[in-house]
């Protein structure tokens, strides 16, 4: 046993060292955003956390299962290194912001065993997704405080560490605080951060987004006409989104916030027709552009769900959801990331 751990531990050092060479080359980039590097750092970044979830796997012996595992990510490897590097693009822009989601799909997809229609694997790995998230803030937050009073320290004797510590130290970190998160979960199972920190926001975004609606309501600012409020709108709405869609996986048998999850997608479903309503209102007078209609389409897909969260509560007559069902809208979005990443570059010719 001890054995086969240090192995473990081995190979998941080698992803990290792996993962960590496009993040070193992009932290040394001088020139402001490298779109290549960027790329290339979320795809083989997630080639090695599918890579992580094969050690071990049954199939582990067998090349082909890691074949297998790293299909997705040369097909997006090779499609990221096709496209055209622009510095003014929307729809690239956009390609950047939907990548992780088919980065965390194709994860998914090494997870679960290679079952894409496996709902119950999907919704324990939002589960784990979300403990990953968590732990990683904690990682990322303690190593600032630790990165910081390291440069003051060596500051004080005169050597200026700022750029070795930045370059070196933190950019490893990032890389390696989601494998030691995966490995700090399968060490201590029973402790469950996201899912502590999920029952509490779950009651504070429901009170939030109701006094934000009857707020917004009579301000001067809309988010027809106000690009800044349409933003936020919109980074509300996605927050709220995962926060649900992560507590109806959880499985929280708590009364009082199974009521505020059932409330809650009631509440957002007229937030995010008011983003709909602007969304549709800004093309109509200025066009349609990429960025709005990659708005247009996930915010079709949320509304999907928020009305597929109500719908399933009322017809399954019960306030906590079977996991399984809560995660069953997911696939929406990979559909989604597929489209906006891999046809509307071309649809609107690179603009």
Not at 95 to 110: D, H, I, R
Not at 169 to 178: D, K, M, N, R
């Amino acid at each position: 046993m001890e054995k086969s751990v240090g192995k473990k531990w081995a190979f998941t050092a080698v992803l990290t060292l792996i993962a960590w060479v496009p993040v070193r080359l992009l932290a040394q980039v001088d020139s402001g955003r490298n779109d290549v590097l960027l790329r290339l750092c979320m795809i083989i970044g997630g080639a090695c956390g599918a890579l992580y979830f094969r050690f071990g796997a049954a199939d582990a012996k067998q090349w082909k299962a890691w074949a297998r595992a790293l299909f997705p990510f040369t097909v997006l490897g090779a499609f990221m290194l096709l496209l055209p590097v622009r510095t003014v693009s929307q729809s690239l822009d956009n390609v950047l912001f939907f990548l992780p989601v088919l980065v965390w799909f194709s994860v998914w997809y090494s997870y679960s065993d290679f079952r894409l229609g496996d709902r119950d694997a999907l919704a324990r790995f939002v589960r784990l997704s979300g403990e990953v998230v968590i732990w990683f803030v904690l990682f990322m937050l303690g190593g600032a405080v630790l990165v910081a009073l390291s440069i003051a320290l060596f500051d004080i004797v005169g050597i200026d560490a700022a750029h070795l510590y930045i370059e070196n130290i933190v950019t490893l970190g990032v890389c390696a605080a989601p494998f030691v998160a995966l490995a700090v979960i399968e060490v201590l199972p029973g402790i469950r951060l996201a899912s502590v920190l999920g029952v509490v926001f779950i009651p504070l975004f429901l009170v939030t987004i109701t006094v934000f609606g009857v707020v917004a309501f009579f301000a001067e600012k809309k988010p027809w006409d106000n690009r800044d409020v349409f933003i936020l709108y919109n980074v509300l709405l996605v927050l709220v989104i995962c926060l649900l869609v992560f507590v109806s996986s959880e499985q929280v048998k708590n009364g009082f916030i199974a009521s505020c999850t059932s409330v809650l997608p009631v509440i957002t479903i007229a937030l995010d027709l008011v983003v709909l309503s602007a969304i549709l209102y800004r093309i109509r007078n200025w066009g349609v552009t990429p960025s709005k209609a990659t708005l247009l389409a996930t915010n079709l897909v949320m509304l999907g769900n928020l009305v597929d969260l109500v719908v399933a509560r009322i017809t399954s007559r019960t306030l906590i959801l079977p996991a399984a069902r809560a995660a069953s809208w997911i696939p929406a979005y990979a559909l989604l990331a597929v489209l906006v990443v891999f046809v509307f570059p071309f649809l609107f010719a690179f603009a």
